[in-house]
């Protein structure tokens, strides 16, 4: 994401880690076919298709009218001939006005809801995809309509709409559209900003093509499963309000009956029951029915995960061989899985052995979904939960880290083991000022005070080349340009003088000319605290400038590695030379001449 | 006569709040790209290199200043105008995971700007077949969607829409920047490759020097919305007279220690005759 | 920020003073029918007109509330057509008997929907199943169903708590306690199924945030980042939904207070509906106007400390 007047970060989606740790997304059975495994979506739909027909067909089923009185059958029980479920107070029949109650219900549930669709989804598309002054023009009438009182209007205009229901669900769908409005129109404005938008703008699509092709579609599903959820609202308002007495008494519906059947509690208990009973199927079908309609339509939705659960191992760690004690973190046959969503699990490191001695600078290099960045996370102990380390161990500082509890871990990050991320926007958060959330950092892993943290982050920030350490630390971090934000990010990182710095492609998402510095720095704060440093990248260029030693990665493999000028001037593995390779010649100049404007067969 | 003529173009965002004065972009730029030559655009973030594309696209308003594409000024053109335009400037983007929509198979969006052309459906289908073979893909990705593909394979798919209409300009917005290093060459070489075949020229924005020499004839360079430099491509990337250029390129870490040690020298010589003047 | 306070503060304004003047053009239509109901039986066509003209009924829509509109910015929201006794005081003690069903059944949702939704979102597993399930229960079964359940079982049954009738909290709040608390049940489950779920959702994805890995790696406890990280991003979002629970609690005790016969907001609107007391109805809406605007510039205020982003805009 980019901040428009962020000078030095640039936006450069390299698909990594969150690609390979992605549950599967919706895959490509259409959406009614999913439905229909469902078995929750099939028996909602089905109970809630029978209770329609039923309304439907209630001229067949009953010859009662609603409120036809028949002074014989007051609180009639049930099983009373010709009364099916018995009769209530005024010796009308229950199942009669039962069944009419459904078509009540329906009417309610389809005029609240298509009045709140339509306006709402009109609204959203309208106020999303046009310009600034018909987003704010709808903004404006949208929140009015949030303004009036809800349900409570529905009450004082009685005198107005006279209580019969229709023109008071007509106004209530008019009330439920603002929360339409606003799904509608953050999903257009989404899409809006899509670059597939504007491509097909330049294909020359018109303004109503797009809206119907691209923007649409992505619509389509929530205003569906809103549907679902808008009709049992609908439905339940009615039926509270019937219950209030709102209304005429001419029109049968659930909430009357539940009235009158409350008032009978104790003479005839089974009144209440009956109308209860279908009120409370209806809307739990509705409800489960758009439960089932958005897992259809969105798949499945990112898992609770414990954060610092240690990851699963399948081994417990133990070194089998003697550690050789000059080498700060020793990395032998590493693999790493994630499940699959069809059963099994799926490899994405593999065997990587890697070895960085105290004060060196590796450069772990390969291309996206080599694994580089999961070897890190391991090496932290903050891979995602659904990780699974299936073998290998990495041994820093004499102690194996695989298997080892969080409690120990955490004692180990922020003191001798630091991180600096790839994007430094997104890792900071938003709500906290900088300085204090490099405080709260530094203090997490030392028994320093407030003010001495203070001063070693004011000091800190100095260190790493920022002009003014004092308003850095009191800025937001929307406030900072990408650049500030990176330096404070290291800044924290080297608070505790770490013995080992892990670096996920620190400056890949900055500026060239703010990376050279970022570079500068990072080699300078090395010589000065004698820190290794695991330099995670896909830039030849970064590594030949600041690596000592270069490990290559493919498809989760180390396949080469060796010092920086080894690997340059002789690379082995044929992946290796084929990266190289690919690596545009510094002197490549386009040779030919651009050829006479050609008219002819291209028009 | 140039195909694409821009001349003191000025575009300005309105800024957030209520009486803000509005953010100028681009302070009064000027290009040419003739028929069939590619024109490197050069610059970091806040540069405005992209703006330029976009306001050639029409995606963005210009706020003074020309641009005439065949003579014709298409500055303020909007609507059904700018639609026409569609025949003979197209674009290929950045990212290849969100220029293409998710949920069209590849051959609907490769068929989707021929069809706003006036073409049939079944001619759609024939062109569709050969726009494929022109980029290097199997026909078989006609049925498939864009998630089953590489980000390399849809950036060809990109470029394959961008040649449908059969335009004389595409714009290039940094369009190997999100790729891997081996596919980065691979689709550089095809874009060459698509300008000897067909003629088309290339107003070809990156902020990476190398790439922009790789495929560029002549090379503007751009700064906070100024241009700095402009020239033979060669001239500019190896030696340029302006000294942010320099900078530019003495910064881009070069892919050999030994040469890439001289560079950091030279950068630090640079930087501290800077810090002299 | 206190350009941003000010900016909500004139917006909310605007909008409640639209709002009170369109529920008064929606009105104007039934003000000879209220005539009518006042009357009873023996109005003719003559009488009611006379009433109208007595009471300034037959001015323009416009005149007529602005002249209302002047009087209630000083406090005087005139008198009822039935008992000419002043509107304002009756109308703020039902307010009140409603809000203070409403306030502590806020208070409870919110404490309880955090904590079940931090507490599924950072332990996942069985506690994140859990809570779905609770939350689906109070989704499903209706608000009022519950109610009338509940006071069979509780009230009826058991006689543990008086069906009917409300004690103020001022006269004895332990039976002000037990009086609301069957009512205040029905409200939290109801919110609780809602604003968990949303608590969870957010909290779940805070925590997959690039920042939360980052604020691990400097060693920062886990529990410090739940609360004082992620709780607080996903709070924002929270907040509003909150904001959006409370007006529809406010809808839902009009029907509920009805099962517990408590003097409340609701019954008096549907009174003074039925009957076609104008300046009660004029009051009932200007006051639950003011209520839903102190509440959304609650929340946006609150957004606004919690959230600096939103600040700028």
Redesign the interface.
């Given at each position: 994401m980019?901040l428009?007047?962020?000078?030095?970060?640039?936006?450069?989606?390299?698909?990594g880690t969150e690609a390979i740790a992605t549950a599967t997304?919706s895959s490509?059975t259409p959406v009614w076919k999913k439905l229909l495994r469902d078995p929750q979506a099939v028996i909602t739909i089905s109970l809630l298709v029978i209770i329609v027909l039923l309304g439907l067909l209630t001229p067949f089923l009953t010859s009662h009218g609603p409120n036809q009185t028949d002074l014989n059958a007051i609180n009639a029980p049930v099983g009373t001939p010709g009364f099916l479920l018995g009769a209530d107070e005024s010796g009308r029949d229950i199942f009669a006005r039962l069944l009419h109650s459904i078509n009540t219900a329906v009417i309610a549930a389809l005029l609240g809801t298509s009045v709140a669709l339509v306006v709402g989804v009109l609204g959203g598309l309208v106020g999303g995809y046009f310009g600034?002054i018909t987003q704010s023009a709808t903004e404006w009438i949208f929140?009015?309509i949030?303004?009036?009182?809800?349900?409570?209007?529905l009450?004082?205009?009685?005198?107005?709409t006279?209580g019969d229901y229709r023109p008071t669900m007509l106004i209530f769908g008019v009330l439920l559209a603002p929360g339409i409005y606003r799904i509608v129109r953050n999903l257009v404005l989404g899409v809006k900003n899509?670059?597939?938008v504007?491509?097909?703008?330049?294909?020359?699509?018109?303004n109503l093509?797009i809206l119907g092709?691209?923007v649409l579609?992505?619509v389509r599903g929530p205003i569906i499963i809103a549907a679902a959820f808008l009709a049992g609202t609908s439905i339940?308002?009615q039926?509270?309000?019937a219950?209030?007495?709102?209304g005429s008494i001419e029109i049968p519906s659930f909430?009357a009956m539940?009235a009158s059947g409350?008032r009978n509690?104790y003479i005839a208990p089974t009144q209440?029951l009956w109308p209860?009973l279908l009120?409370?199927v209806i809307?739990?079908s509705l409800?489960?029915l758009g439960?089932s309609l958005r897992d259809a339509f969105e798949g499945a939705?990112?898992?609770?995960?414990?954060?610092?659960a240690a990851p699963s191992t399948e081994r417990t760690a133990g070194a089998d061989e003697a550690v050789d004690a000059r080498n700060l973190v020793e990395i032998r046959n590493l693999a790493i899985a994630y499940p699959q969503a069809s059963g099994g699990i799926a490899e994405v490191v593999r065997g990587v052995d890697l070895k960085i001695n105290r004060g060196e600078v590796v450069g772990l290099v390969g291309?996206?979904g080599s694994g580089k960045s999961q070897t890190a996370f391991a090496t932290?102990g903050?891979l995602p939960?659904e990780a699974i380390i299936t073998s290998g161990s990495i041994v820093f500082d004499g102690q194996e880290l695989v298997g080892l509890s969080?409690a120990r871990m955490?004692?180990l990050?922020?003191?001798e083991?630091?991180?600096i991320?790839q994007?430094p926007m997104?890792?900071?958060?938003?709500?906290?000022r900088v300085g204090v959330?490099l405080v709260?950092?530094?203090r997490?892993?030392s028994s320093m005070s407030k003010a001495e943290a203070k001063d070693l982050v004011l000091s800190l920030l100095a260190r790493v080349g920022i002009a003014d350490p004092q308003r850095t630390f009191d800025s937001?971090p929307?406030e900072i340009s990408g650049g500030m934000a990176q330096r404070a990010?290291i800044a924290?990182?080297v608070a505790s003088r770490p013995k080992l710095l892990i670096a996920d492609e620190p400056t890949t998402a900055l500026?060239?000319?703010v990376?050279?510095e970022i570079?500068d720095l990072l080699r300078d704060l090395q010589a000065e605290l004698d820190m290794a440093v695991l330099l995670v990248t896909?830039?030849?260029?970064?590594?030949?400038?600041v690596c000592d030693r270069i490990a290559v990665m493919q498809n989760g493999s180390i396949v080469e590695a060796g010092t920086?000028?080894e690997i340059?001037d002789h690379p082995q593995h044929p992946y290796t030379q084929?990266?190289?390779g690919?690596?545009?010649?510094?002197?490549?100049?386009?040779a030919?001449?651009?050829?006479?404007?050609?008219e002819g067969d291209?028009? | 006569m140039s195909l694409l003529e821009v001349r003191d173009l000025r575009v300005a965002f309105p800024a957030r709040g209520f009486r803000a004065a509005p953010n100028e972009v681009l302070h009064g730029v000027s290009l040419d790209v003739a028929a069939g030559e590619t024109l490197g655009l050069v610059g970091e973030s806040g540069s405005g290199k992209t703006t330029i594309g976009r306001a050639v696209l029409g995606l963005v308003r210009a706020s003074g200043g020309s641009i005439r594409f065949d003579g014709e000024d298409i500055t303020t053109v909007s609507g059904a105008a700018r639609r026409k335009l569609s025949k003979d400037i197209q674009v290929v983007f950045q990212d290849p995971y969100t220029s293409l929509n998710p949920a069209m198979t590849i051959g609907d969006i490769l068929a989707e700007p021929l069809i706003v052309q006036g073409a049939t459906g079944r001619d759609a289908r024939a062109q569709v077949r050969t726009l494929l073979d022109q980029v290097g893909l199997p026909s078989d990705a006609i049925e498939r969607l864009p998630r089953e593909f590489s980000g390399g394979q849809r950036q060809r798919v990109a470029i394959a829409r961008a040649l449908a209409p059969r335009p004389r300009l595409i714009v290039c917005d940094e369009p190997v920047s999100a790729l891997d290093l081996s596919t980065q060459a691979r689709v550089l070489d095809l874009f060459v490759e698509i300008q000897r075949a067909t003629g088309v020229a290339y107003l070809f924005v990156s902020h990476d020097l190398t790439v922009v020499r790789h495929i560029s004839h002549r090379v503007a360079v751009l700064y906070r919305g100024d241009m700095v430099e402009t020239g033979p491509a060669a001239k500019v990337t190896s030696d340029p007279d302006d000294p942010y250029t320099r900078k530019l390129l003495l910064a881009a870490p070069v892919a050999d220690p030994r040469r890439q040690q001289e560079r950091r020298l030279a950068r630090r010589a640079l930087m501290d005759a800077e810090r002299t003047a | 920020m206190t350009l941003y306070i000010l900016r909500r503060l004139l917006t909310g304004l605007v909008l409640a003073l639209l709002v009170t003047f369109i529920t008064f053009l929606l009105l104007g239509s039934s003000f000879e029918a209220a005539a009518y109901t006042i009357l009873g039986p023996s109005a003719t066509p003559q009488s009611v007109a006379d009433l109208m003209n007595a009471r300034g009924w037959d001015r323009p829509l416009v005149v007529q509330y602005f002249e209302w509109l002047l009087h209630a910015v000083q406090g005087d929201f005139g008198v009822s057509v039935y008992t000419s006794l002043p509107v304002a005081p009756s109308v703020i003690q039902r307010l009140l008997v409603t809000l203070s069903l409403i306030v502590p059944a806020l208070l409870i949702t919110a404490v309880l929907s955090t904590l079940l939704g931090v507490w599924a979102a950072s332990r996942g597993g069985a506690a994140d199943r859990t809570a779905q399930v609770i939350s689906l229960v109070g989704y499903i079964v209706p608000g009022l169903l519950l109610a009338i359940g509940l006071v069979v079982i509780f009230s009826v049954q058991l006689k543990w708590l008086p069906a009917t009738g409300f004690t103020p909290l001022t006269d004895d709040p332990l039976a002000w306690v037990r009086s609301i608390t069957i009512p205040v049940i029905v409200l939290v489950v109801g919110g609780v199924a809602n604003l968990a779920a949303q608590v969870r959702g957010r909290m779940i994805d805070e925590l997959r945030r690039d920042y939360v890995r980052t604020l691990r790696t400097r060693g920062v406890s886990t529990s410090s980042i739940v609360i004082r990280h992620a709780l607080r991003n996903a709070g924002s979002p929270a907040l509003t939904v909150l904001s959006l629970e409370f007006i529809s609690m406010f809808g839902s005790s009009l029907i509920i207070e009805n099962v517990f016969a408590l003097p409340g907001y609701g019954s008096f609107a549907f009174n003074a509906s039925l009957q076609g007391d104008i300046p009660v109805i004029m009051a009932i809406t200007a006051f639950g106007v003011l209520l839903v605007f102190v509440v959304n510039l609650i929340t946006d205020l609150a957004n606004g400390w919690l959230n600096p982003k939103a600040r700028v805009q």
């Open positions: 980019t428009p007047n962020d000078p030095t970060t640039r936006t450069v989606r390299v698909p997304r490509r600034r929140s009015l949030m303004t009036f009182p809800g349900v409570l209007l009450i004082i205009l009685m005198p107005v006279r899509e670059l597939y504007d491509a097909a703008r330049v294909s020359g699509l018109g093509r092709r691209h579609f992505v339940g308002v039926s509270g309000l219950f209030l007495g709102v909430g539940i409350f509690l209440f209860s009120l409370g809307t739990a409800v489960l439960n939705k990112p898992k609770a995960a414990r954060i610092g291309e996206s932290l903050v939960n969080e955490r004692t990050r922020g003191r083991i630091a991180y991320p994007e997104s890792n900071l958060d938003p709500s906290y959330q709260e950092g530094v997490s892993s937001y929307h990010l924290g990182a500026d060239v000319t990376q050279a570079l896909h830039n030849f260029g970064v590594v030949a400038d920086t000028l340059f084929m990266l190289l690919s690596i545009l010649e510094e002197e490549s100049v386009r030919d001449a651009p050829p006479a404007a050609v291209t028009k | - | -």
